[in-house]
Protein backbone atom coordinates (compact mmCIF):
# COMPACT_ATOMS: atom_id res chain seq x y z
CA UNK A 1 0.00 0.00 0.00
CA UNK A 2 1.31 3.46 -0.55
CA UNK A 3 1.79 5.70 1.83
CA UNK A 4 0.53 9.06 1.74
CA UNK A 5 3.89 11.52 1.81
CA UNK A 6 2.96 14.89 1.85
CA UNK A 7 0.07 17.01 3.45
CA UNK A 8 -1.44 20.11 1.53
CA UNK A 9 -2.25 23.47 3.35
CA UNK A 10 -4.36 26.44 1.84
CA UNK A 11 -5.67 27.30 -1.54
CA UNK A 12 -4.24 27.49 -5.07
CA UNK A 13 -2.52 30.35 -4.45
CA UNK A 14 -1.05 29.47 -0.50
CA UNK A 15 -0.84 26.39 -0.86
CA UNK A 16 1.96 24.39 0.96
CA UNK A 17 3.00 21.16 1.75
CA UNK A 18 3.92 19.61 4.42
CA UNK A 19 5.28 15.92 5.39
CA UNK A 20 2.17 13.74 6.08
CA UNK A 21 2.77 11.57 9.74
CA UNK A 22 3.08 8.28 9.24
CA UNK A 23 2.88 7.43 12.54
CA UNK A 24 1.43 9.86 15.56
CA UNK A 25 1.20 8.05 19.38
CA UNK A 26 0.92 10.05 23.28
CA UNK A 27 0.85 9.10 26.06
CA UNK A 28 0.11 10.30 29.43
CA UNK A 29 2.72 8.87 32.26
CA UNK A 30 2.07 8.93 36.20
CA UNK A 31 5.42 10.32 38.01
CA UNK A 32 6.26 7.90 40.78
CA UNK A 33 8.47 5.34 42.20
CA UNK A 34 6.91 3.18 40.21
CA UNK A 35 8.06 4.76 36.63
CA UNK A 36 11.25 4.46 35.13
CA UNK A 37 12.83 5.76 32.01
CA UNK A 38 14.65 3.11 30.57
CA UNK A 39 11.18 0.67 31.01
CA UNK A 40 9.44 3.36 29.29
CA UNK A 41 12.17 3.60 27.08
CA UNK A 42 12.08 -0.48 25.86
CA UNK A 43 8.41 -0.36 26.51
CA UNK A 44 7.10 2.11 24.06
CA UNK A 45 9.13 4.55 22.77
CA UNK A 46 11.83 2.00 20.86
CA UNK A 47 8.90 0.53 18.89
CA UNK A 48 8.65 3.63 17.14
CA UNK A 49 12.47 4.23 16.42
CA UNK A 50 13.54 0.73 15.81
CA UNK A 51 13.62 0.53 12.04
CA UNK A 52 15.82 3.98 12.62
CA UNK A 53 19.44 3.19 11.73
CA UNK A 54 21.99 2.25 15.02
CA UNK A 55 23.20 5.36 15.22
CA UNK A 56 20.19 7.76 15.41
CA UNK A 57 18.26 4.80 17.85
CA UNK A 58 21.41 5.36 20.36
CA UNK A 59 20.89 9.34 20.15
CA UNK A 60 17.20 8.79 20.77
CA UNK A 61 17.79 6.64 23.60
CA UNK A 62 20.22 9.07 25.23
CA UNK A 63 18.64 12.21 24.83
CA UNK A 64 14.78 10.55 25.76
CA UNK A 65 16.20 8.92 28.83
CA UNK A 66 17.82 11.71 29.76
CA UNK A 67 14.94 14.16 30.02
CA UNK A 68 12.55 11.62 31.07
CA UNK A 69 14.35 11.11 33.82
CA UNK A 70 14.79 14.89 34.79
CA UNK A 71 10.74 14.96 34.62
CA UNK A 72 10.44 11.83 37.05
CA UNK A 73 13.56 13.16 39.55
CA UNK A 74 13.06 16.52 39.61
CA UNK A 75 9.55 18.29 38.18
CA UNK A 76 7.71 18.09 41.67
CA UNK A 77 4.30 17.17 39.07
CA UNK A 78 2.67 14.44 39.19
CA UNK A 79 2.00 13.59 35.19
CA UNK A 80 4.03 13.86 31.94
CA UNK A 81 2.80 13.70 28.27
CA UNK A 82 5.00 12.21 26.07
CA UNK A 83 4.23 12.69 22.03
CA UNK A 84 5.81 10.96 19.08
CA UNK A 85 5.36 12.40 15.57
CA UNK A 86 7.07 10.44 12.98
CA UNK A 87 7.05 11.39 9.40
CA UNK A 88 9.30 9.79 6.57
CA UNK A 89 12.02 12.20 6.85
CA UNK A 90 12.06 13.05 10.45
CA UNK A 91 11.06 11.96 14.37
CA UNK A 92 10.27 14.20 16.78
CA UNK A 93 9.65 13.56 20.00
CA UNK A 94 8.03 15.92 23.24
CA UNK A 95 8.00 15.50 26.77
CA UNK A 96 5.80 17.98 29.30
CA UNK A 97 5.22 18.28 32.99
CA UNK A 98 3.40 21.03 34.74
CA UNK A 99 5.88 20.90 38.23
CA UNK A 100 7.74 23.59 38.85
CA UNK A 101 9.84 24.20 35.24
CA UNK A 102 13.37 23.69 34.89
CA UNK A 103 14.65 27.46 34.48
CA UNK A 104 12.57 28.33 37.64
CA UNK A 105 13.82 25.58 40.00
CA UNK A 106 17.73 26.48 39.21
CA UNK A 107 17.23 29.94 39.56
CA UNK A 108 15.45 28.85 43.39
CA UNK A 109 18.57 26.31 43.97
CA UNK A 110 21.58 28.52 42.91
CA UNK A 111 19.59 31.98 43.91
CA UNK A 112 20.04 33.49 40.25
CA UNK A 113 18.54 36.97 39.46
CA UNK A 114 16.25 35.64 36.56
CA UNK A 115 15.42 32.46 34.20
CA UNK A 116 17.60 33.42 31.82
CA UNK A 117 20.55 33.09 34.07
CA UNK A 118 19.09 29.64 34.55
CA UNK A 119 19.81 28.95 30.85
CA UNK A 120 23.27 30.22 30.78
CA UNK A 121 24.14 27.72 33.78
CA UNK A 122 22.51 24.62 32.23
CA UNK A 123 24.23 25.38 28.66
CA UNK A 124 27.81 24.89 30.22
CA UNK A 125 27.00 21.17 30.98
CA UNK A 126 28.00 20.50 34.70
CA UNK A 127 24.89 21.74 36.12
CA UNK A 128 23.12 18.94 38.29
CA UNK A 129 20.38 19.74 41.26
CA UNK A 130 20.99 15.69 41.73
CA UNK A 131 24.48 14.81 42.18
CA UNK A 132 23.68 11.34 43.68
CA UNK A 133 21.79 10.77 40.68
CA UNK A 134 23.16 12.80 37.80
CA UNK A 135 26.38 14.16 36.21
CA UNK A 136 25.27 17.75 35.16
CA UNK A 137 25.69 16.68 31.70
CA UNK A 138 23.12 14.72 30.12
CA UNK A 139 20.98 17.47 29.25
CA UNK A 140 23.72 19.48 27.46
CA UNK A 141 24.59 16.53 25.14
CA UNK A 142 21.36 16.00 24.26
CA UNK A 143 20.73 19.39 22.99
CA UNK A 144 24.25 18.89 20.90
CA UNK A 145 23.04 15.69 19.51
CA UNK A 146 19.66 16.38 17.82
CA UNK A 147 19.00 18.36 14.58
CA UNK A 148 16.51 20.72 16.41
CA UNK A 149 16.64 20.84 21.03
CA UNK A 150 14.13 23.37 22.23
CA UNK A 151 13.40 23.95 26.00
CA UNK A 152 9.69 26.07 26.99
CA UNK A 153 9.29 26.53 30.57
CA UNK A 154 7.57 29.73 32.44
CA UNK A 155 8.09 32.36 29.78
CA UNK A 156 11.95 31.81 28.89
CA UNK A 157 12.89 29.55 25.43
CA UNK A 158 16.00 27.66 25.23
CA UNK A 159 16.92 26.92 21.60
CA UNK A 160 19.85 24.70 20.27
CA UNK A 161 20.14 23.57 16.34
CA UNK A 162 23.18 21.37 14.76
CA UNK A 163 24.07 23.14 12.27
CA UNK A 164 24.37 26.64 14.27
CA UNK A 165 27.24 27.17 16.68
CA UNK A 166 24.74 29.44 18.76
CA UNK A 167 22.27 28.97 21.53
CA UNK A 168 19.16 31.18 21.96
CA UNK A 169 17.23 32.32 24.56
CA UNK A 170 14.06 33.94 23.84
CA UNK A 171 11.54 35.70 26.13
CA UNK A 172 8.19 35.56 25.38
CA UNK A 173 4.71 37.11 26.71
CA UNK A 174 2.75 34.28 27.28
CA UNK A 175 3.98 32.35 30.74
CA UNK A 176 3.92 28.39 30.51
CA UNK A 177 3.39 26.63 33.40
CA UNK A 178 5.89 23.65 34.08
CA UNK A 179 8.78 22.29 31.17
CA UNK A 180 8.53 21.27 27.55
CA UNK A 181 11.40 19.60 25.92
CA UNK A 182 11.40 19.28 22.24
CA UNK A 183 13.76 16.67 20.21
CA UNK A 184 13.34 16.51 16.83
CA UNK A 185 16.10 14.67 14.50
CA UNK A 186 16.43 13.71 10.69
CA UNK A 187 15.75 9.83 10.47
CA UNK A 188 19.06 9.49 7.82
CA UNK A 189 21.71 11.60 10.57
CA UNK A 190 24.88 10.37 10.29
CA UNK A 191 26.37 11.22 13.72
CA UNK A 192 26.72 9.17 16.14
CA UNK A 193 26.98 9.94 20.30
CA UNK A 194 30.62 8.71 20.71
CA UNK A 195 31.31 11.65 17.72
CA UNK A 196 29.46 14.12 19.90
CA UNK A 197 30.61 13.10 23.16
CA UNK A 198 34.19 13.49 21.85
CA UNK A 199 33.88 16.97 20.15
CA UNK A 200 33.60 17.65 23.68
CA UNK A 201 36.55 15.80 25.43
CA UNK A 202 39.81 16.69 25.56
CA UNK A 203 42.65 14.22 24.06
CA UNK A 204 43.76 13.32 27.06
CA UNK A 205 40.99 11.80 28.20
CA UNK A 206 39.86 13.09 31.56
CA UNK A 207 36.27 14.19 30.86
CA UNK A 208 34.03 16.70 30.08
CA UNK A 209 36.07 19.94 29.73
CA UNK A 210 35.86 21.77 26.42
CA UNK A 211 31.83 23.29 27.12
CA UNK A 212 31.18 26.41 25.01
CA UNK A 213 28.29 28.97 25.80
CA UNK A 214 28.09 31.03 22.57
CA UNK A 215 24.88 32.45 23.69
CA UNK A 216 22.04 34.71 21.96
CA UNK A 217 19.89 36.96 23.75
CA UNK A 218 16.52 38.52 22.51
Known amino acids: MQQQVLLVRCSTRNRRYLLHPLEEWEHIYPLDERLAEDRVWHSDIAPFVNTLPENAIDIWH ?46 RELGLHNERHSVLELAKGKLTM ?9 IFFSSRMFDDFAILSGNVYFSHKFEEMEDW ?4 QDFQSGTSVF ?24 GFTKTVVPVRLT
Do not use: C, W
Request: charged share 25%; no cysteine.
Open 62 to 107: YGFTEIMNNAIDHSSDTHAPVRITKTAVKTKIVVYDNGEGIFKKIQ
Open 130 to 138: GPQNHTGEG
Open 169 to 172: ILER
Open 183 to 206: MEIANSASRTTKQVFKSFITDDGY
